[in-house]
């Protein structure tokens, strides 16, 4: 699968405001997404082994297979990703009720013909006020996973947004990172990205920042003196940004399932285009630093 995307930097402080407008041309409620992203590297050079590892490799399916296939020659790193909507769901922010009159409060732009879904509600993320909640997660065995591989992107100047393979596979059950070291991967580190989601047409519009659950203690080590994932993690109110300056980013995308058509390349490329002219003046929507996607392994 192709993702063709676009990046723009927002203030915490315009964040109520964006989800109004993004809200409005979408024509729907923001959704809440919460996923949890573990970090592999591979513990050495691709392997040519052509044995199975472990019973569960007997059958793997054509995702896996293409995905192996894709990991060999550079190193990559790799990423479990898990959605904790639901055990998050009774620590949401009290919602900011909003109607159709509230774009007239758009600041940046007139918004015009932008009309914001009757009874809107957006939360908006959380600045720490409530950090004393608690919020714990369970061992990652009580997770559903899906392993996720994102390519270096093409060179900029090729196309007008970035470009990149990226692939996802579903881990049904078992444990998920057996399974992973199995290709001989190791975890080296985990972080909590928390956003909101619109779709218009076939854009994706993704509101998001990312979370850092390591910052205020120390996983701990295996036998092997390798790291290993928290059993439980802090509440999303204590947890600090990644980020330094606590920027949210909004990424707008397109995934194109066969990117050999040149007819569904420029159909999407052409609406990142036209959702960059239409959120023009509210954020600047740009072609993403290549170095910051590369998930190359130095």
Do not use: C
């Not at 691709?46 to 007997?58: H, I, K, L, W």
């Not at 009290?94 to 809107?120: C, F």
């Not at 390798?226 to 909004?250: F, R, Y």
Request: zero cysteines; charged letters at 20%.
């Amino acid at each position: 699968m192709h993702e063709l995307l676009l990046l723009a930097p927002v203030p915490l402080a315009g964040q109520e405001q964006l989800l109004k407008i993004l809200a409005g041309i979408a024509g729907m409620q923001p959704k809440r997404v919460i996923e949890r992203h573990l970090v592999f590297k591979p513990r050495r050079g691709p392997s040519n082994r052509s044995g199975q590892v472990g019973g569960s490799q007997d059958v793997q399916s054509q995702q896996a297979q293409t995905l192996q296939a894709q990991m060999q020659g550079d190193l990559f790193y790799m990423q479990l990703v898990g959605d904790l909507i639901e055990r998050f769901a009774q620590n949401q922010q009290l919602p900011l009720e909003a109607t159709a009159e509230a774009s007239a409060d758009v600041s940046h732009r007139d918004i015009g013909s932008i009309n914001l879904p009757k009874g809107l509600q957006v939360n908006t993320f959380s600045t720490g006020a409530a950090a004393g909640r608690t919020q714990t997660l369970e061992d990652h065995l009580d997770q559903r996973w899906s392993l996720r591989f994102n390519d270096l992107p093409e060179v900029a100047g090729r196309r007008p947004v970035t470009s990149r393979m990226i692939s996802s596979v579903d881990i049904a059950d078992g444990d998920a990172i057996e399974y992973v070291k199995a290709f001989g991967y190791i975890y080296v580190s985990e972080y909590i990205l928390e956003g909101y989601q619109v779709i218009h047409n076939n854009v994706i519009l993704l509101l998001y920042r990312l979370l850092d659950p390591l910052g205020s203690f120390k996983p701990p080590s295996t036998s092997e003196g390798q790291t290993e994932p928290v059993g439980k993690i802090p509440s999303l109110e204590s947890m600090l940004s990644v980020d330094p300056a606590a920027k949210l980013t909004l990424q707008a995308s397109v995934r194109v399932q066969d990117s050999s058509k040149p007819e569904s390349m420029t159909l999407g490329i052409n609406e990142l285009k036209a959702m960059k002219e239409t959120l023009k003046g509210i954020v600047d929507l740009e072609v993403g630093d290549r170095l910051a996607l590369d998930t190359r392994v130095r």
